[in-house]
């Protein structure tokens, strides 16, 4: 069982830069694939980012490529979002992810472990 904290979400204006954290407890956290999702008001929840378990290899969704970076530190048990040049239609809230499958893992339907979500919000 892992479970994940979302933290670091916000209102904000359009262009400024967000950076979201999840922390995870439980079983081993270098175990996972971890990603990010969000989900707008009446939109399905949609892949945002995804890192593998060692870090090397990321993924992104093209709405967001070139803008938002995922990282992680194991040793911190925390995988990262920075968000920059955020636009209105990144308001969502945004939800952490650990799959333990291979990699590369795009859909909510290969993530075994979810966090409760942590809203952001882009003015314009």
């Known amino acids: 069982q892992v479970q994940l904290v979302e933290s670091g979400g916000g209102l904000v204006q359009a262009g400024d830069s967000v950076r979201l954290s999840c922390k995870a407890s439980g079983r081993t956290f270098s175990g996972y694939v971890m990603g990010w999702f969000r989900q707008a008001p009446g939109k399905e929840r949609e892949f945002v980012a995804a890192i593998s378990r060692s870090g090397g290899n990321t993924y992104y969704a093209d709405s967001v490529k070139g803008r938002f970076t995922i990282s992680r530190d194991d040793a911190k048990n925390t995988v990262y979002l920075q968000m920059n040049s955020l636009k209105p239609e990144d308001t969502a809230v945004y939800y952490c992810?650990?799959?333990?499958?291979?990699?590369?893992?795009?859909?909510?339907?290969?993530?075994?472990?979810w966090g409760q979500g942590t809203q952001v919000t882009v003015s314009s």
């Open positions: 992810a650990a799959a333990d499958t291979i990699w590369r893992a795009t859909t909510p339907e290969q993530y075994d472990y």
